[in-house]
């Protein structure tokens, strides 16, 4: 079955950098898009990043544009966020998802306070 595991979420300070995983499996990773979505408290889920499969076209929210990177390891079914210059506003629970289909992660916690 489709599982996505999600990894590297933490506390850090804001102007720090984190990055996160989502492993994948159960399913032929390379042949589906992924994305990022977050959720914050008492806030609806938010996309995040997203990448395309084969040739990686990536696109992002606008509150993120120019911080976060997402991108993707075919041969490890691994996806990733980078995410530099944090800020407070992006404390949220991170979650992981396959395109197509009703896929996430259990999701991870990212904390932004001094």
């Known amino acids: 079955q489709v599982q996505l595991v999600e990894s590297g979420g933490g506390l850090v300070q804001p102007g720090g950098s984190l990055r996160l995983s989502c492993a994948a499996s159960?399913?032929?990773?390379?042949?589906?898009?992924m994305s990022w979505y977050r959720q914050a408290p008492e806030k609806e889920r938010e996309l995040v990043a997203t990448?395309?499969?084969?040739?990686?076209?990536?696109n992002y929210a606008d509150s993120v544009k120019g911080r976060f990177t997402i991108s993707r390891d075919n041969a490890k079914n691994t996806v990733y966020l980078q995410m530099n210059s944090l800020k407070p506003e992006d404390t949220a629970v991170y979650y992981c998802?396959?395109?197509?289909?009703?896929?996430w992660g259990q999701g991870t916690q990212v904390t932004v306070s001094s």
């Open positions: 990448i395309t499969p084969g040739d990686s076209i990536t």
């Open positions: 998802k396959r395109n197509n289909g009703n896929y």
């Open positions: 159960g399913f032929t990773f390379s042949m589906y898009g």
